[in-house]
């Protein structure tokens, strides 16, 4: 008798903990995935900003899973869910049947329909969108420099970072520390010092999900980098090298998105109800209604904690989303009913800069130096592979030792045309 097949559509946090959480036992499972490798996405921002190699974050599905003999990992997209069939499809028409499905797609770039600022803003949620905004941040140095040598010009040094979630609060963060610090003895016209970083937030705080006195503390830390922020103001309009926000007209060298996420649009083919954001609204057990085959996970499901508020889109939710869904499966083939999902929340972090962190545990708040080590620690505990969190230590060591930050190479071609 055939083993019972599963297939998991995405290797990033959730669908790699369901995979892993699978092992052992007699279940035939494919794991899919567009990309061959699994991305660390919290630390994305940190190759942004020169901070950290690609490779440091990210390790490739079929390694992390070599020694799960039940598991095999294609390279392809899905392109089609037909849930009364029990298969997917992939790009090249191929099809692939199932007899349990996790969905763990993830989420995308969302503009709240400005499409037409995404060329003029790229936002953060790959590798490739990290080495897209390395290269356009380093290139905006280096075109100050020509300038100034060759036209005697006076440079426009000012970087708009729209969101003021933790992503564009450590966007804004490191960035004014590559000028205040990291660039000030690499040009020799120009002073990288006097780069102005400006966040906006469209609510009335920065990193809304946090207590009050850490949001206050991250604020300061901010404003002592040289950061500018800017609560209750909302972007009207983004063209290339301008931003219009709360009536006022910024001219800006480079502009980055950390406003919002949109799902991946494969929830749509699900054919259940979805919410505004495109995530679908999952049961209890993180099925969908009318299939108890078929689980949605992570950034591109929606459920209510146990304080009525949908659970966040963090990295904490799917991983325990992913180990609960395989639990799931687990106990559907043994004919066992299915347990519902029970968010246990382990706390939020967010790094601002140099020995400045907030983290909201729970059982405790911290912030500043100690904050920022706990933030060290449970960041490098969570990499993926020795081999990466050796050298994420000891690059964060040195660069604490010597404010350098030693991946600062400007590779690739900008197909913006920048």
């Known amino acids: ?38 991305v660390f996405q919290p630390l994305l921002y940190q190759v942004a900003t020169a901070g950290l ?8 599905i079929r390694w992390i899973l070599r020694r799960q003999r039940n598991v095999e990992v294609l390279l392809d997209e899905v392109v089609g869910i037909d849930t009364a069939a029990r298969e997917v499809s992939f790009r090249d028409g191929a099809r692939c049947p199932y007899d349990y499905l996790i969905v763990a797609a993830g989420a995308t770039h969302a503009y709240f329909g400005h499409d037409d600022w995404r060329p003029s803003a790229p936002a953060l949620k790959t590798l490739e969108d990290a080495l897209a905004i390395r290269r356009r941040v380093l290139s905006v140095f280096e075109a100050a420099e020509r300038d100034s040598v060759l036209a005697n010009r ?24 590559i000028a205040r610090h990291t660039l000030r003895h690499d040009f020799r016209r120009v002073d990288t010092r006097a780069a102005r970083i400006i966040l906006i937030e469209a609510g009335p705080a920065i990193l809304s999900t946090f207590p009050a006195p850490l949001r206050e503390a991250a604020w300061r830390d901010l404003e002592r980098l040289g950061v500018e922020v800017r609560t209750g103001t909302p972007v009207t309009r983004i063209d290339p090298g301008v931003v219009e926000a709360g009536g006022e007209r910024i001219e800006a060298v480079s502009v980055l998105w950390a406003a919002g ?16 954001a495109g995530r679908v609204q999952v049961q209890p057990d993180l099925t969908i209604p009318g299939h108890p085959d078929v689980f949605v996970i992570g950034d591109l499901a929606t459920l209510a904690g146990t304080d009525g508020s949908p659970l966040p889109g963090v990295a904490q939710v799917a991983i325990q989303m992913g180990a609960h869904a395989a639990s799931n499966v687990v106990r559907a083939v043994g004919g066992q009913p299915l347990r519902p999902f029970r968010y246990r929340n382990l706390g939020n972090m967010a790094t601002i800069g140099r020995a400045a962190a907030i983290a909201d545990l729970p059982a405790l708040q911290l912030k500043g130096f100690i904050g920022w080590l706990a933030w060290l620690f449970v960041h490098i505990l969570n990499l993926i592979g020795f081999r990466n969190r050796l050298l994420v230590m000891i690059q964060w060591a040195w660069a604490y030792a010597s404010y350098d930050r030693a991946v600062r190479l400007i590779t690739g071609v900008d197909t913006d045309g920048e």
Do not use: K, W, Y
């Open 53 to 60: 190699s690609p490779g440091d974050i990210a390790s490739p």
């Open 261 to 276: 996420v949109a799902a991946s649009p494969l929830g749509g083919m699900l054919g259940v109800p979805l919410d505004r």
């Open 154 to 177: 006076h440079p426009n040094l000012t970087f708009v970072i729209v969101g003021g979630g933790p992503t564009g609060v450590e966007l804004a963060g490191a960035l004014a520390e």
């Open 1 to 38: 008798m055939a083993r019972p097949r599963v297939v998991i559509i995405g290797g990033g946090f959730g669908g790699l903990q369901a995979a892993r959480r699978l092992r052992g036992h007699d279940l035939a499972v494919t794991l899919v995935d567009r990309r061959n490798h699994h």
